[in-house]
């Protein structure tokens, strides 16, 4: 599991540096979600949410920003 939460850990990472990148911060939060979907892990699924709402505060209009909240959703 704890494999499989790096790249949740790095997606929230990519949403605070000096050039974030919500894009990738995105995708690298879709690779994690079928993870976290596939070990059950509530950590992981914890980990996303936050992510999604970091991308929600500062880029709510971002395609990224959707394509998390609605895969989180289904």
Do not use: C
């Amino acid at each position: 599991r704890d494999l499989h939460s790096f790249p949740t850990r790095r997606s929230s990472d990519l949403t605070r540096t000096r050039e974030p990148d919500p894009a990738r911060a995105a995708a690298l939060g879709l690779d994690a979600l079928a993870a976290a979907r596939q070990t059950g892990s509530a950590r992981i699924l914890g980990e996303l949410q936050t992510l999604s709402q970091r991308l929600t505060a500062q880029w709510p209009a971002h395609p990224a920003t959707r394509a998390v909240r609605e895969a989180l959703a289904a």
